[in-house]
């Protein structure tokens, strides 16, 4: 695997999420059915949690079989669980990842590409 596709199995299905775009990944399931799992996805990136995503540091998203996941940072790891929500919480059945979004180019990346080419 790469840090842009992770994949792992367990008895109860698959689990994969690929990074699509610098603020994007899709996350899959196969396997059992996906009503009355969690998705959740969460950043890993060592900041306060109130600076990541929707200022819990994970978001989840309910019944998901297969979703594209917008609004992410750029540059960000994030680790991909699917699980069950509880009384108790949330309670994960398998993860995959990390996987990170790639940076966004800078305004000075672009100024040297593309470069002249010259024959001698």
Known sequence: MSASTAVRECRDGRLGVMVRTATEVFVYWQGGP?????????DLTGRPPSELLDGRGWREVPGAAAVYLAGLAPGHLYYVEMGRRGPEGFFPLVGAGPVQTPWLPGPGDLAAFPAPYHRS
């Open 34 to 42: 996906a009503e009355g799992l969690t998705l959740r996805v969460t």
